[in-house]
């Protein structure tokens, strides 16, 4: 029997990542090359913010990937807060 999807949302991990605001456009394509890794989601920005804060939610079994792919990014992603 496989487990229930809504118990894989329970236990999801939350992870905050800084980008610059003209890295941002570049940084959600690459999220979006790798489907079904992460789902994101700007969050609140200051109207003249020179930077972007995104939410990474996934599923805790994806988060050494998600790991592996902001560690890939390099300077183009800091991570804010968990």
Known sequence: MSE???SKLMS???LVVRTRK???ALLYHILEAHEGLTAYSTLFEQTHALYRDVELIFVEENRRD???LLE???PMVAL???
């Open 80 to 82: 804010s807060r968990e």
């Open 72 to 74: 890939d990014l390099g």
């Open 12 to 14: 999801a991990a939350r």
């Open 22 to 24: 003209e890295d941002s």
């Open 4 to 6: 229930n999807p809504i």
């Open 66 to 68: 998600v790991m592996a």
